[in-house]
């Protein structure tokens, strides 16, 4: 006898190619009935006899499409005494303000770029793409997602377009960014002098160009990049130059995955995520060098492979493997979106400039990620992840998460999911934090989001922090670690007391000094701090961030080591060093702080290897990326009452200084020692608390060596321990937890 269902699916199961999916499904299993769209599901009723149901839910699970989520799948038994007698696609409701996950932006699929091979309206069209990939989050402006709610309103469907796009069988049924070479968008290439049009000759043109050491300026899903040839010093030195004061290292994109294994070294888990429908860039360790310039003095290098079509096209043409492939901005400003200001601003690094006509809404950078233990480790979560939640256990509807200030990002709560704004960028900058507030009114649009509860970071001078005031809303201040502990906790579901192990440059303390390297005993609405690094007084406070010598000097005179350090000092070199030795003497400007992130400093100035940086972190980055491995001893600390200190450490480290030591021993004994402090407090904490729990979290945590040797260490000693694998360690993890922190203290009655 015949059954019927109707069955309710939530999770990422719209403009993902969800319902055709379904409907081929129930065609191959001879059931009737029907598929629609709701604002937050996907429903679908179904009748044949109980094998064929069967089938249909297992291969509902274990086939769907790739991007796709189901979260929940309710099945309820009904009685339909009227079965329909096929299976079809019915309109989509829009009938209350719930909404469902929008789809993030994605690679192009292996099935286009074959389509643009054959299929004769889309012959080498660039702006391909089916229900399996494409932009997404980029182009949408409103719900639900139809295509006269996305930029893609702008280009009438053809009657070519129109057909597939209404054809259940159809690979692009449904598309909304549907388009071919007769009706959709279409690059310009601009130069000096002309105004190229015509596909083929933009690709040859603009690979003659990258292959011939010259810069483009390329709009791509999210914004802006720039493009040079990366087997090229001249052009990649000459790229670094006219992005002015950026030190930072460039991403570099890759021909192919052959290309790159020639390049870097790759295992299995790091292959499937730079290969995977997200495309991020990846951080690998170098095997062989690429132009000077592009990531000096670091053995990781930020990688990817194409997801755009024109990436593909464009690497046809081109002679050279890899394509520097970097932010179309100016230092620190957003990535630049607008046309009109990609000529203004970005022809002053070159008059190439490969544009579109599909207008970009939601700005979005690539994301970066490494892998440690088989897992991601987000370091910016932008295009491809960005806006999928992160749930929770408990309710966080109507939480607006302000964020921290340097690596922003701020979130929403939507029921019992989170959902975090992509990348937004150091608040300071005037053009950033004018991206901020536009993309706070953009989430509360697309996510019909109310706010009624603010919560944002201790610091009473960061930009989020009086945003958020200024929102007038019953508001939530969380210290800074606290969050980051939180935002781990939150990714695992854990609402339990842990040990958190909090490290980072600058937070906000409760006592009003700068705190980062913390050793707390927390939950989710309250923490003690049992132990923290030592509080140096540390001359320019800011700008040390900057200026790592500065905090060396700081540390050996709090230490009194000055003496011994005499020959490091004398060959500084530093025009400030009278003026900062006076200022500490005299405790002017040197707020006292407890940060990891000044220690790191520290020894990478001592050691010679950053005295300046030029991008926040240079100094940790460039200590870690000279550890020799495999060496096993480590410098001493001691601990009083509730403070560590690193006295012995740097007199020790001044000593094999004395003795020639070479630096890779010097940091690899740096390293370690900072493991074993890990180790040894929570090991203190253990002891008095009871507590089994560690959650590692904060920018320091970035350091693969750190996070991957704290790790194993701590599991060793049969701690449980917590790391980060969907939000960043860094400040862009923050409003996560600052949100998690909010919903238990509501949920507690708290506020
Ligand atoms: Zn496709
Ligand atoms: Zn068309
Ligand atoms: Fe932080």
Redesign the pocket.
Known sequence: MKKSFLLHIKGLVQGVGFRPFVYRLAHENELTGWVNNQNDSVNIQITGYENSIVKFIEELKNKKPEVSRIESLELTEILSKHPENNFTIIESKDHNHQITQISPDLAVCPQCLEDMKKQSHRLDYPFINCTHCGPRFSIIQDLPYDRIHTTMQDFEMCHTCKSEYTDPLDRRFHAEPIACSDCGPHYTLDNRENCIEDIEDILKNVSELIDNGEIVNIKGIGGYFIACDATSDLAVQQLRSSKKKYGKPFAVMFRDIMALKEYVFINENEEKLITSIKRPIVLLKQRKPLAKGINDGLSQIGVMLPYMPIHYQLFEQLTTPAIVMTSGNISEEPIVIDDVLAKNQLSGISSNILSHNRSIHNRVDDSVAFVMKGKTRMIRRSRGYVPEPVSLWSDCEGIFAAG?ELVNCFAIGKGREAILSQHIGDLKNYETFDFYRESFERFQRLFRFKPSLAVCDLHPDYLSTNFAESLELPLVKVQ?HHA?IASCMAEHQLDKTVIGVSM??T?YGTDGKIWGGEFFITDLVKFERWFHFENIPISGGDQAAYQPWRSAVSYLHHYQLLNPAWEWIGKLNQPGLDMVMKSIERKINCPESSGAGRLFDTVAALTGICHTATYHAEAPMKLEALIREGVPGKYSFEISRKTISFRNTLSEILEDLKRNTSTPIISARFHNMVIEVICEICTRIRNESGLNKVVLS??TFQNRYLLERALKALENQKFEVYTHEKVPS??GG?ALGQLAIAAKKREMRCV
Do not use: F, R, S, W
């Open positions: 921290a800074h980051h980072d440059g937070g904060g920018g860094n400040d923050i």
